[in-house]
Nanobody, 123 residues
Framework: VQLQASGGGLVQTGGSLRLSCAAS????????VGWFRQAPGKEREFVAA????????YYTDSVKGRFTIIRDNAKNTVYLQMNSLKPEDTAVYYC?????????????????WGQGTLVTVSS
């Protein structure tokens, strides 16, 4: 199983980025998917998650209204559309997949992780 994250980069405050995470080696539609991030000197934190069917979505409070998690089962890909970016969004962003469709905001519930992609928001 591989999760390949991409799309990070340097953007100014107020800008947008779209992260992608392509999955292989698993039946993507059987897995819930999530995005987490880790800023320098901080612990990894939950950002967004979407259930297997896509019917349920979850966001951490600080990104609600700005970020959108999108899954495309036909392409085995999950996206994180990030708008109105702020310097505090600067972090390495990780995608993850889990067979567990329960508490999908918890990092410990995830079975597979991508390698991370760096997002830097300049002020």
């Amino acid at each position: 199983v591989q999760l390949q994250a991409s799309g990070g980069g340097l953007v100014q405050t107020g800008g947008s980025l779209r992260l992608s995470c392509a999955a292989s080696g698993l039946t993507f539609s059987n897995y819930a998917v999530g995005w987490f991030r880790q800023a320098p000197g901080k612990e990894r934190e939950f950002v967004a998650a979407r259930s297997r069917t896509g019917a349920s979505t979850y966001y951490t409070d600080s990104v609600k209204g700005r970020f959108t998690i999108i899954r495309d089962n036909a392409k085995n890909t999950v996206y994180l559309q990030m708008n109105s970016l702020k310097p505090e969004d600067t972090a390495v962003y990780y995608c993850a997949a889990t067979w567990n469709n329960g508490d999908i905001i918890r990092a410990r519930e995830y079975d597979y992780w991508g390698q991370g992609t760096l997002v830097t928001v300049s002020s």
